[in-house]
């Protein structure tokens, strides 16, 4: 995992903790806490059951065409459920994250977009106030599909990602669901989760997986803490950091518990040069991505949708020259991102607080063995 940048500093003095308090106030984008606990569908609570089944089958490589590639392979524990390397390595791969390589002869392209976190993807929509609905969560760098049971089935659908040329789009949720079904094991654990004569369905395969995502949260940063009343949670300069953060407009668009408002934004982000034509972002808005949350960026490196920038630094300096993609005039970038106010200078404070949202308690369970029988996360030694 990345170092954190640290300081020797104390904890905020009450004082200190009253300026705050009034500047924050005043802020267009409020930031808040993490909820202690999460929503769930109606028709697929979060159960330990589910969750349990929803490991093995994220961790199992026979989602994929091939059988050498699983959800874990670009979803790493090791790097906080995302990849430390700019475009993932999916069908046709071996090693893992930024050693992971194509094998030759390879006619597999990279995955087109930087791997997200799944960490607090239970989270995803939700407002400055804390409400949101999971099944109009939004997911992907284009929001193109909406709730994790959706978006869960989507990679295995992928070319690049997992179904390589196994078998046609049109056939890969079905293949592996009869790949699954002649597997004892998941027939009883899908049979005890859902019931029914027949459990091992497409709906229900996408419940599994959900309900396993879900529960990776991690809701109990410095901030977070400091956020519920531990004054001492944070450095003193992390908390000028935070105050930096709202006044020179970053949280006009990082804001509320994620530190996203979860809406398209022309950034005018360099494309990646390992792709053969430039990414257009978001349909119906071109060049469009939604807002990336800022939780846990310690672990999650390189960053952006096109996974250009390998540290945070990169990041800061892009947004005091942005836009960098030719593709992009001035006037196509978002109002917002040219009105930030000098990002790059003290960049060091805006960095000490994105550090105190940083929470290494989550699940980092590796299954020894999945029903398979093949090796969990794929080909990936």
Same mark, same amino acid.
């Given at each position: ?250 949280? &006009?668009?990082?804001? @509320?518990?994620?530190?996203? =408002?979860? +809406?398209?934004?022309? *950034?005018?982000? #360099? /494309? ?52 960098? &993609?030719?593709?992009? @005039?001035?006037?196509?970038? =978002?109002? +917002?991102?040219?009105? *930030?106010?000098? #990002? /790059? ?37």
């Amino acid at each position: 995992m990345k170092k954190l940048l640290t300081v020797a500093i104390t904890g905020m003095t009450a004082v200190a903790i009253l300026l705050y308090a009034a500047q924050e106030s005043q802020s267009q984008g409020a930031l808040s806490a993490l909820p202690k606990t999460l929503k769930a569908p109606p028709d697929n609570p979060l159960t330990a059951g589910r969750v349990a089944l929803g490991r093995l089958l994220f961790w199992d490589p026979i989602l994929s065409g091939n059988k050498d590639v699983a959800c874990a392979t670009c979803h790493h524990p090791r790097f906080g459920y995302a990849e430390n390397r700019d475009l993932s390595i999916g069908v046709n791969g071996t090693g893992l994250g930024g050693n992971r390589r194509f094998l030759s002869p390879n006619s597999i392209p990279f995955v087109k977009r930087n791997s997200q976190t799944v960490l607090n993807v239970a989270f995803n929509g939700i407002g400055q106030l804390g409400q949101y609905t999971p099944a109009d969560a939004p997911m992907f760098w284009d929001v193109r599909v909406k709730s994790l049971e959706t978006q869960a089935l989507e990679p295995i659908k992928s070319f690049e990602e997992m179904r390589g040329d196994a078998y046609p789009e049109d056939k890969a949720v079905s293949t592996v669901l009869a790949r699954l079904d002649a597997i004892p094991e998941y027939r009883s654990l899908f049979t005890e989760e859902f019931g029914g004569r027949n459990a091992v369905t497409e709906a229900n395969l996408g419940k599994a997986l959900a309900a396993f995502q879900r529960s990776l949260v991690t809701h109990n940063s410095p901030f977070d803490r400091f956020m519920r009343g531990d004054s001492n949670a944070m450095t003193r300069v992390q908390v000028q950091g935070m105050r930096r953060f709202e006044r020179i407009g970053c949280a &006009n668009c990082h804001n @509320g518990p994620m530190f996203s =408002d979860y +809406l398209p934004h022309v *950034l005018g982000v #360099p /494309d990646n040069v390992k792709l053969p034509e430039s990414d257009p972002g978001i349909k119906d808005t071109p060049y469009a991505f939604r807002t990336a949350s800022l939780r846990n960026l310690a672990y999650t490196s390189p960053y952006m949708h096109s996974g250009v920038y390998p540290t945070l630094e990169e990041v800061i300096e892009f947004y005091d020259d942005a836009p960098e &993609n030719p593709n992009i @005039g001035r006037r196509q970038v =978002d109002p +917002l991102v040219l009105r *930030l106010r000098n #990002p /790059d200078r003290e960049s060091d404070l805006l960095i000490e607080f994105l550090n105190a949202l940083n929470d290494d308690s989550f699940d980092k369970t590796i299954p020894a063995q999945v029903p398979s029988g093949l090796n969990p996360g794929g080909r990936i030694e």
